[in-house]
Nanobody, 124 residues
Framework: QVQLVESGGGLVQAGGSLRLSCAAS????????MGWFRQAPGKEREFVAS????????VYSDSVEDRFFISRENAKNTLFLQMISLKPEDTAVYYC?????????????????WGQGTQVTVSS
């Protein structure tokens, strides 16, 4: 059974930091590109960051470039998103996703498996 379980969300003040984790099971984690997406209330799900299978390629949305860092630990089947200098507009539910057959992906359609999400709230 495929599972992606996000954790690490919470309430933080603007300028603060959080580290999200995504624990994967039920599939060959190292064979999949991984991504983070987010969805704010009343808005569509949007791309945040993606990382290739061996971590050689990383891409970010313009809105998080230089503030967020995506990484993965294949030996532990875990994906991370380090977020610094958080802004109120970063408030959203954050989802991790796994995609087979892509190097990195910016589109939700690139991904095959999704987690349930973790809430990140940034207060001003």
């Amino acid at each position: 059974q495929v599972q992606l379980v996000e954790s690490g969300g919470g309430l933080v003040q603007a300028g603060g930091s959080l580290r999200l984790s995504c624990a994967a099971s039920g599939f060959s984690f190292s064979g999949y590109a991984m991504g983070w997406f987010r969805q704010a209330p009343g808005k569509e799900r949007e791309f945040v960051a993606s990382i290739s299978r061996g971590s050689s390629n990383r891409v970010y949305s313009d809105s998080v470039e230089d503030r967020f860092f995506i990484s993965r630990e294949n030996a532990k089947n875990t994906l991370f998103l380090q977020m610094i200098s958080l802004k109120p507009e970063d408030t959203a539910v954050y989802y991790c996703a796994a995609g087979l057959g892509i190097r990195v992906g910016r589109r939700a359609d690139d991904y095959d498996y999704w987690g349930q999400g973790t809430q990140v709230t940034v207060s001003s």
